[in-house]
């Protein structure tokens, strides 16, 4: 097979296995006016309930999937309902225009994104501030490895897998990049992959994060 052709096999293969995990019920769950963040070119937008949901932002910075992600919302007849933001999540005069601004979001949605965000601690802390109080964090990510010998593996792959994978790092510890925007509630109720061997270069953490009310 052509290198060209194995890169939408691979993109296939991994699509396959986040639709196989909790991800989808976990996009399913969000309510209210929702920020999804890093959409790529949509595959969650048929997932979203549209019973739940009043309206989705779709804030992507990489203008590469934009054509892919508007096809999607056509596709799915949502041209009403959700709004692509060519930006990033730090560009807060974009946001703004669309209404989007401190305490307005009842629901992120944040499905592999802080893997590749070039400053993930500025990106959380930002969704924090822009969550209502009460408002929800939902996640899905890959996130640095519990056994001490696999992180330095990561390490040390790290950078060929950044490089062939967009921008992709495998050794960033998720939670703690998320713990640092602020309070959170519901901490020990996320989940982790823990049937998996300590040598397991992807684990995943994923669950619902409330910011506190008062």
């Not at 769950?29 to 959409?39: I, M």
């Not at 964090?137 to 967009?166: C, K």
């Not at 960033?172 to 982790?192: N, T």
Request: net charge negative; aromatic share 10%.
């Amino acid at each position: 097979m052509a290198p060209a052709d194995s890169i939408p096999q691979l993109y296939a293969g991994i699509l396959r296995y986040e639709f196989s995990t909790a991800a989808p019920s976990l996009a399913a769950s969000a309510e209210g006016t929702v920020l999804e963040l890093g959409p790529g070119m949509g595959n969650y937008i048929p997932i979203f309930d549209q019973t739940k949901v009043n309206h989705i932002y779709g804030v992507e910075i990489n203008g590469s999937f934009i054509p892919e992600l508007e096809a999607k919302v056509e596709e799915c007849k949502l041209s009403d309902k959700y709004t692509i933001i060519h930006s990033g999540i730090e560009d807060t005069d974009v946001l703004e225009k669309h209404g989007i601004k401190a305490g307005s979001i009842d629901t992120v949605v944040s499905l592999q994104v802080f893997c590749s965000a070039a400053q993930p601690e500025a990106v959380a802390k930002e969704l924090y501030r822009l969550l209502k109080p009460g408002g929800k964090l939902i996640f899905w990510e890959h996130s640095r490895s519990r056994d001490p010998a696999t992180r330095v593996a990561q390490n040390i792959w790290n950078f060929p897998w950044r490089f062939f994978m967009g921008g992709c790092n495998m050794n960033r510890d998720i939670l703690q990049i998320i713990k640092s925007a602020g309070l959170w509630e519901g901490i020990e109720s996320l989940e982790e992959d823990k049937n998996l061997p300590p040598w397991a270069m992807m684990p995943r953490i994923w669950g619902t994060l409330v910011k506190p009310s008062n």
